[in-house]
C-alpha cells in the first residue's frame, strides 16, 4: 500500500513539472530569431502575414497562446504545423513515433546485449587480459559516436560491399546500419556502468560472507552481485530508453528514417513552433515516466533503498 502510495504521488508530481516544461518551451522557441512564415525566396506580404498570425493565434500575448496550446493538449491535440500545412503536430508524432520506437528498442536491446555480457566478465575477470580487452572495446565503442559510426557504415556495407541499403526504411535490411550505428555507440557506456556495478557489489560484505560459507561462483556471480551490480547501469537506462525511443536526431537524419528525429530537426530550422514544443513535450513526459519506472524497479531490486 504504501509502494501504491508512492506512486500515485510521484504521478501527480508529474503534471505540474510536465506544465513548467511545456511553458518553457513554448516560451523558449517564440524568443528564437526569425518566424515560422520568414522564408528567402519570396517573403508574404504583411497581409498575409497578420491572416496567418492570426489564424494560429500569434498576434495574442504569450499568455493567451499557451493557454489556447493547453486547450488543445486537454483533447490530446498538440496544434497545427506551422510548416506542414493540412497536418497537426499528432499526426505527424503518430507517423514518426512507432518508427522512432522499433529503432529505439532494437538499438536499446543491441547495446544490452552487447555491454551487459561485456561488462560482467571483465568485472568477473577483474585484473586479467580478458577484463582489459573488454575495457579496451568498451571505449573504443564509445569513443566513436553514432554520427561517425554510421557514414563508415555506409561506406563499408552500402557502398563499397553492397550488403545493406543506404538509407530509408522498409525492410528488416535497413535497419541493421542504423541500429547498429546507435547501439555500439551505448554498448560502450552500458559496458562501463556494468563492470563497475559488478566490481562494487562484488566488494560488498555480504558477497564476501557469501563466499566464507562455500556458496558457488554461480550463485555468487548471478543470484547476489548481479542483482546490485546492474544498479548503475538500471539508473542509466531511463534516459537511454527515452533517448532512443524519441530517435536520434543525426542518424535518422544521415540514413533519411522518418521518424521524430528528422521532423525535430526540420521543425527547428524551420521555426515550426507547435512541431517543436509537441516534440519537446512527447520527449519529457517519456523521460519522466521512464525515470519513475527506474525508481520503482530500483525499490525491488534492492530493499535496502526506501520509497521517499
Sequence with gaps: MERLTHIVKRIFFLIPLVLVISFLAFSLVRIAPGGPFDTERKPASPEIER???????????????????????SHGDLGASLKYRNHTVTDIIKQGMPISILLGVLSFGLALGLGVPLGFIAAIRKGSWLDY???????????VP??????????????????????LWGTPLHAVLPVVSLGVYFAGRV????????????????????????????????????RLGILPLLSYSGPLLADLLTGSFIVENIFQIPGIGVFMVNSSLNRDYTMVVGLALVYSVLLLVLNLLVDILYSYLDPRIKLQ
Design 51 to 73: 491572416n496567418l498570425a492570426a489564424r494560429y493565434h500569434l498576434d495574442q500575448p504569450l499568455w493567451k497562446q499557451y493557454l489556447f496550446f493547453l486547450q488543445g493538449v
Design 146 to 167: 553514432g554520427f561517425i559510426l554510421a557514414p563508415l557504415l555506409i561506406l563499408l556495407f552500402s557502398i563499397h560491399w553492397e550488403i545493406f541499403p543506404v538509407a
Design 133 to 143: 580487452s573488454a575495457t579496451l572495446l568498451a571505449l573504443s565503442a564509445i569513443c
Design 191 to 226: 559496458a562501463r556502468l556494468t563492470r563497475e556495478g559488478m566490481i562494487t557489489a562484488l566488494q560488498s560484505d555480504f558477497i564476501i560472507t557469501a563466499r566464507a560459507k562455500g556458496l558457488s561462483d554461480f550463485s555468487i556471480y548471478f543470484k547476489h552481485a548481479f
